[in-house]
């Protein structure tokens, strides 16, 4: 069973102190993972995808990373419009025709001005 | 703009009563899923479909129905099977390739509550 850890579950930054938020996995096969910010009552909005150990992907303050277990979160210098709930999420190599993602609980990120 | 739609943004329902939440999106897309969000947890696949007229039950389609008669709207119903209904319920909707390209983009959500 594919499964999905995040940590951790809450941070609290000061702007301006840089962090990475940690995605820990277990899946039989990587097809890709996925990294979502999401907004209070809002839908989570896309942000990364990675599809194998070694790749990285920046956006502004965020950059992902990608090894064979884990991946990372950096966010470089945070400013308060940062503060979200970051999800991760994994998609195995299937034979059949699924395309479903494994979602982790997320990390709720806060950062203070 | 391109996007998905998801109305209502507030659903209240009575115990006994089926719903339905709609679901539209204009990226082309050939899949489309329907999760749930409960605090504190992962979203969990209720339903997805890959084209029309066909659709698959993910880990928690007990009590949920669905159809896909159209590639543009994927409507979730919730029946009074389910015993816990009240929760955020998101669409999304991905490309089918086989090689990159499964980003799923999400709609704004339904918050739906059992009074």
């Known amino acids: 069973e594919d499964q999905v850890t995040q940590s951790p579950e809450a941070l609290r930054l000061q702007e301006g102190e840089s962090s990475s938020l940690n995605c820990s996995y277990t899946?039989?096969?990587?097809?890709?993972l996925f990294w979502y910010r999401q907004d209070p009552g809002k839908g989570p909005e896309f942000l990364f995808t990675l599809y194998s150990a070694g790749e990285e992907k920046e956006k502004e303050r965020l950059k992902a990373t990608l090894t064979k277990k884990e991946s990372f979160l950096h966010i470089t210098a945070p400013k308060p419009e940062d503060s979200a709930t970051y999800l991760c999420?994994?998609?195995?190599?299937?034979?059949?025709?699924?395309?479903?993602?494994?979602f982790g609980s997320g990390t709720q990120l806060t950062v203070l001005p | 703009d391109g996007g998905i739609t998801q109305s209502p943004k507030y659903l209240f329902r009575k115990e006994g009563q089926n719903v339905t939440l709609s679901c539209e999106q204009n990226l082309n897309h050939d899949a489309m899923y329907w999760y749930r969000q409960d605090p504190g947890q992962g979203l969990r696949l209720i339903y997805y479909?890959?084209?029309?007229?066909?659709?698959q039950k993910g880990d928690i389609a007990e009590g949920y129905s669905v159809s896909r008669e159209k590639k543009e709207s994927f409507p979730l119903t919730v029946t009074s099977a389910q015993k816990n209904p009240t929760a955020f319920y998101l669409c999304?909707?991905?490309?089918?390739?086989?090689?990159?390209?499964?980003?799923?983009?999400f709609g704004p959500g339904t918050r739906l509550t059992v009074l």
């Open positions: 479909s890959q084209i029309v007229n066909d659709f």
């Open positions: 999420a994994v998609q195995a190599r299937l034979s059949g025709s699924a395309r479903q993602l494994t």
């Open positions: 899946v039989s096969g990587l097809r890709g």
């Open positions: 999304a909707s991905s490309l089918w390739g086989r090689t990159g390209h499964n980003e799923q983009f």
